[in-house]
């Protein structure tokens, strides 16, 4: 069974440019979280969608932050018009059944975004 | 304040030692406490899940303990392995969905 993919792998942008970064869950993985770790940090959460909806955007920093869950399948995370304070890992992750509690998070290899 | 400390910040043993990483936490309210192992450039794995009627649980030569009274959590390794050369992070759930707070990891270094 496939894991959690990310793509890109590495993203380096200007600052101000727009950025897209995207998630495939596990196949039937109901649960999708979006984490970031910036540079000496610890990894952080940024929203998690149940299916097609947004349960939980509460660490989303700003507005120029917009995660999209269309079918509930995979998931985009677009950044727009990014910042020198984006620069970090952005980590995706999914969990079967509703809700998550209890449930184990798989988590992607990350994609590592630098802007300059 | 929802947080999660660990120690040491990094640790350096020879092949086949023992060692414990440590971990205190505070969320509120409290549903689980994880441990995950992560590979340098790769994402965090899944060792451990423990609720608070849980006070320890193996996966192999990782066994982590909890004590949800003091909030205290630790990973032991046995018989460490080259391979077992990761960060160590130890992360807090709470709320019905399970949102995680995590720390900012143990470096361990196994040398041969």
């Known amino acids: 069974e496939a894991g959690v993919t990310q793509f890109p792998s590495h993203s380096v942008i200007e600052k101000g440019q727009t950025v897209t970064l995207r998630c495939d869950p596990i196949s039937g993985h109901d649960n999708l979280y979006w984490y970031r770790r910036v540079m000496g940090k610890e990894i952080k959460f940024l929203l998690h969608?149940?299916?097609?909806?947004?349960?939980?955007e509460s660490g989303m920093p700003n507005n120029r932050f917009l995660a999209e869950r269309t079918g509930g399948t995979y998931s985009t995370l677009k950044v727009q018009p990014a910042e020198l304070e984006d620069s970090g890992v952005y980590f995706c992750a999914s969990s079967q059944g509703l809700g998550g509690a209890g449930k184990t998070q798989y988590f992607g290899p990350g994609t590592r975004l630098l802007v300059l | 304040k929802n947080q999660v400390e660990q120690s040491p910040q990094s640790l350096i043993i020879l092949e086949g030692k023992n060692c414990t990483l440590q971990c205190n936490y505070t969320v509120s309210p409290f549903s689980n406490l994880r441990w995950y192992k992560q590979d340098t450039g790769r994402g965090p794995v899944s060792l451990t899940i423990m609720t608070f009627s849980e006070n320890t649980k193996s996966n192999g030569r990782y066994t982590a303990t909890l004590d949800a009274d003091t909030k205290q959590s630790s990973l032991h390794i046995t018989a460490s392995q080259l391979s077992d050369s990761a960060s160590y992070i130890c992360v807090a759930a709470f709320g019905g969905y399970n949102k995680l707070i995590f720390g900012a990891g143990t470096r361990l270094a196994v040398h041969p």
């Open positions: 969608f149940v299916k097609e909806s947004k349960q939980d």
